[in-house]
Nanobody
Framework: QVQLVESGGGSVQAGGSLRLSCAPS????????MAWFRQVSGKEREEVAW???????NVADSVKGRFFIFKDSANLTSFLQMNMLKPEDTAMYYC???????????????WGQGTQVTVSS
């Protein structure tokens, strides 16, 4: 059973940076798509970025130019680099993934436990 282990959340002042990481345990390699979502209590979950094992990647327009997604292929770990953070970026951030087969970047089967990001003004 694959599990996603997230780390890197925390509290930062506006304008600061944080890097989130997501590492899959129990998956040794092959096609995948890993994504980052965020959710504020009472609001809809928002997909922030995704990246495929083929290097294709995308970030949401709302964070483009500030957030970057990249991966460490050797460790199958994805990273969300968040720069110039704003108070409105405050949310619980979740890693999600599909592994094997086509590994579409949608309808993710695997989810991490979430990591809180808090940005103060």
């Amino acid at each position: 059973q694959v599990q996603l282990v997230e780390s890197g959340g925390g509290s930062v002042q506006a304008g600061g940076s944080l890097r989130l990481s997501c590492a899959p345990s129990g998956y040794t390699g092959g096609p995948y798509c890993m994504a980052w979502f965020r959710q504020v209590s009472g609001k809809e979950r928002e997909e922030v970025a995704w990246i495929r094992s083929t290097e294709w990647a995308n970030v949401a327009d709302s964070v483009k130019g500030r957030f970057f997604i990249f991966k460490d292929s050797a460790n199958l770990t994805s990273f969300l680099q968040m720069n110039m953070l704003k108070p409105e970026d405050t949310a619980m951030y979740y890693c999600a993934a599909n592994f094997g087969g086509v590994a579409v970047c949608a309808n993710y089967k695997y989810w991490g436990q979430g990591t809180q990001v808090t940005v103060s003004s």
